[in-house]
């Protein structure tokens, strides 16, 4: 058993912080064992105590959403809407990825990155090509970092090199699933079908078998466009909605979901996301970058949809999701006072939101509550002169004005991860 010694703080409800000033969390085999006030709470005499002193001890972090294959298009062409960005400057980007040298000199520049903001888990689309996104399921098992890692499927409406065969398709995700088998593992595949419009129904029919026979998760997007849900009417006249259509190809809920943005939910969308327990990855600076508009965060959690957060890079500009916190917040703030009065987010909801709701994806990740397996970041923010604040003002203000420089541990299932080699 090890016992980690620091200010302990995590939400094991949205409402509110679990705060303990000079706490202990006992941690063995990976999971947590409990909090206490003091290490001989835990009667273990022989137990190796590693004191992190007045530094504070939190969740890791996860990121719900984000291309790991747009990584190098950060900060790139956000004057544009979702559409013509996706054609002008995604599609060409991802096209470099038949390249797997390339992909492996960007992809290891991803992986270290989301290692220095704090993120020890994400659900990541990489590309259509194999070679690529095996390289970098292989990296995050390099690294001792959790992902769950998509080859994307897409077989129309995009650049010919980025298309391929149904076959194809369904032969390289086999591949993977085999390759990356073992359930319990920290990297596995997700089944991606890009989106709707980029995929004929015998696509999404061959992705929905693929996860239920290989007990894989799924990820897509969802209404994140106006335009976008236009051109599915179009494409997929038979499903009422959006969401039906993922449905009727057995991709929502079915098997473990998360569908990033859902900016424009309908009333029936808004049920089947309850009644499928599929996850929302909230993509507050995607939303707002590529003009898709602004997602109702709090009528999800008050219907009781499953919520997590994303950076969407590239859509997103920030890697952060302490940031994305943030943003959330400010977003939240818009909604509620422009468009109908909602409450506005609070921190420890966001905070909840980003660390056990999106952790509850990948088991029981997330929190310091007994059984959790022990993902945690060790932060030093005395540069941010927290005399006479107090531990939950402490946080507020590292997630608004910290960077990774303050980040001086970071732990996942148990084991602390060294930085990435690049």
């Given at each position: 058993m090890k016992i980690y010694k620091a200010n302990i703080v995590y939400t094991q409800h949205p409402g509110s912080f679990d705060v303990l000033k000079g706490g202990c969390v006992a941690v063995e085999d990976g999971r947590v064992v409990g909090v206490a006030s003091d290490a001989s709470h835990?009667?273990?005499?022989?137990?190796?105590?590693?004191?992190?002193?007045?530094?504070?001890?939190?969740?890791?972090m996860n990121d719900m959403h984000v291309h790991a294959s747009q990584y190098r298009n950060?900060?790139?062409?956000?004057?544009?809407?979702?559409?013509?960005?996706?054609?002008n400057y995604t599609f060409p980007e991802e096209a470099k990825f038949a390249s797997l040298s390339y992909a492996d000199s960007v992809y290891r520049r991803f992986v270290r990155d989301l290692?220095?903001?704090?993120?020890m888990r994400c659900v990541t689309f990489a590309t259509t090509h194999y070679e690529g996104s095996r390289r970098l399921m292989q990296l995050f098992q390099e690294a001792g970092m959790g992902a769950l890692v998509g080859k994307v499927s897409m077989d129309r409406n995009s650049r010919p090199e980025l298309c391929e065969s149904v076959a194809d398709s369904v032969r390289h995700i086999e591949a993977l699933a085999e390759e990356f088998g073992d359930p319990e593992g920290l990297v596995r595949p997700i089944v991606t079908p890009r989106f709707i419009p980029s995929c004929t129904p015998e696509m999404l029919r061959a992705c929905g078998e693929l996860a239920r026979k290989y007990n894989l998760s799924v990820q897509s997007h969802l209404s994140e466009n106006t335009d976008e849900i236009a051109f599915v009417r179009k494409l997929e006249p038979e499903s009422r909605n959006y969401a039906d259509a993922y449905l009727r190809y057995g991709l929502f809920g079915q098997q473990p979901t998360v569908?990033?943005?859902?900016?424009w939910p309908e009333d029936e969308e808004l049920q089947l996301l309850k009644e499928n327990g599929v996850m929302v990855a909230h993509c507050p600076t995607s939303n707002l970058n590529v003009s898709s508009g602004m997602a109702p965060v709090r009528t999800f959690l008050d219907k009781g949809i499953r919520v997590g957060l994303g950076s969407d890079i590239s859509g997103g500009h920030d890697l952060s999701i302490f940031?994305?916190?943030?943003?959330?917040?400010?977003v939240s703030k818009m909604y509620?006072?422009?468009?109908?009065?909602?409450?506005?987010?609070?921190?420890?909801?966001v905070f909840w939101i980003a660390t056990k709701s999106a952790g509850s994806f990948f088991g029981k990740v997330g929190s310091f509550e007994p059984g959790y397996e022990f993902d945690a970041l060790v932060i030093d923010d005395s540069a941010l002169n927290y005399d006479n604040y107090t531990i939950v003002q402490r946080i507020e203000r590292f997630i608004y004005l910290g960077d990774d420089?303050?980040?001086?541990?970071?732990?996942?299932?148990?084991?602390?991860?060294p930085e990435p080699k690049v």
């Open positions: 835990f009667a273990v005499p022989d137990a190796e105590v590693v004191d992190y002193g007045d530094c504070l001890l939190i969740p890791a950060q900060g790139i062409a956000m004057d544009l809407e979702l559409l013509p960005w996706l054609a290692w220095r903001f704090g993120t569908m990033a943005h859902c900016v940031r994305m916190m943030a943003y959330a917040v400010q509620g006072k422009y468009c109908g009065g909602a409450p506005f987010l609070t921190l420890p909801e420089r303050y980040i001086t541990h970071r732990y996942c299932r148990g084991v602390e991860i």
